[in-house]
């Protein structure tokens, strides 16, 4: 079963630094996503990216956040200047097309922001 | 936006019944209605999924409805078993690009 890789799979952090959270989605998918989930809520959609560009984001994706596709594997969420209320489970998501329609997620960087 | 509600917020039944998840989301556009199972710090995991040109879909013990007239859709776990045990999400979305979620069920199956 192809899966969605992430990591690290935990992620300490000073407030005020710079975090990058990576990704690697199914090979053949097409589109790709962030989630977070902050603990014990709902999981909230942070942005969306198709065709090397941002299709959609939410308000949560303000400035401090960026997403890359550096390479033909990765997919990267930079948050520049950490903020407490950060700290939450970050998910990235892939999702192919037709009968591949289900979006696939990873296990999940916990992000801690001390 | 969608807004994806979600009850119960916890449930608990006895190994081998069945157990009942409800959603309604507000937004008519929506056309795909995934169902994930959430294990303790696990990313989601897709265990069923409707389009909205089809009212009923059923694997094994699990089986999902979808009313597009009412806006609500159901997941149903016939047989329980204790692995059963996690948090499942209803989700909703009327484009490609954004997934909205509901708040979550944790369910609880008693052996």
């Known amino acids: 079963e192809p899966e969605v890789t992430q990591t690290p799979s935990h992620q300490v952090t000073q407030m005020g630094q710079e975090v990058i959270l990576r990704c690697v989605p199914i090979s053949n998918h097409l589109y790709f996503y962030w989630y977070r989930q902050i603990l014990g809520q709902k999981v909230e959609f942070l942005v969306s990216?198709?065709?090397?560009?941002?299709?959609?984001k939410s308000e949560i994706f303000d400035d401090q956040f960026s997403v890359e596709r550096p390479d033909g594997s990765n997919f990267t969420l930079k948050i520049r200047s950490t903020k407490l209320e950060d700290s939450a489970m970050y998910f990235c998501?892939?999702?192919?097309?037709?009968?591949?329609?289900?979006?696939?997620f990873g296990s999940g960087t916990r992000l801690t922001v001390v | 936006g969608e807004n994806v509600e979600q009850h119960p917020s916890t449930l608990s039944v006895q190994e081998g019944d069945s157990a009942v998840i409800k959603c309604t989301y507000s937004d008519s556009a929506s056309n795909y209605f995934p169902w994930y199972k959430q294990e303790l710090g696990k990313g989601p995991q897709l265990i069923i999924d409707i389009r909205s040109n089809v009212g009923e879909k059923k694997d094994q013990r699990i089986a999902v409805t979808l009313n597009k007239t009412a806006k609500h859709f159901s997941l149903h776990i016939t047989e329980t078993q204790p692995e059963d045990s996690a948090v499942y999400f209803c989700?909703?979305?009327?484009?490609?690009?954004?997934?909205?979620f509901g708040a979550g069920t944790t369910v609880t199956v008693r052996a």
């Open positions: 990216f198709y065709n090397n560009e941002i299709s959609e």
């Open positions: 998501a892939s999702r192919g097309t037709g009968p591949n329609y289900g979006y696939t």
């Open positions: 989700a909703a979305t009327p484009s490609d690009y954004k997934l909205s």
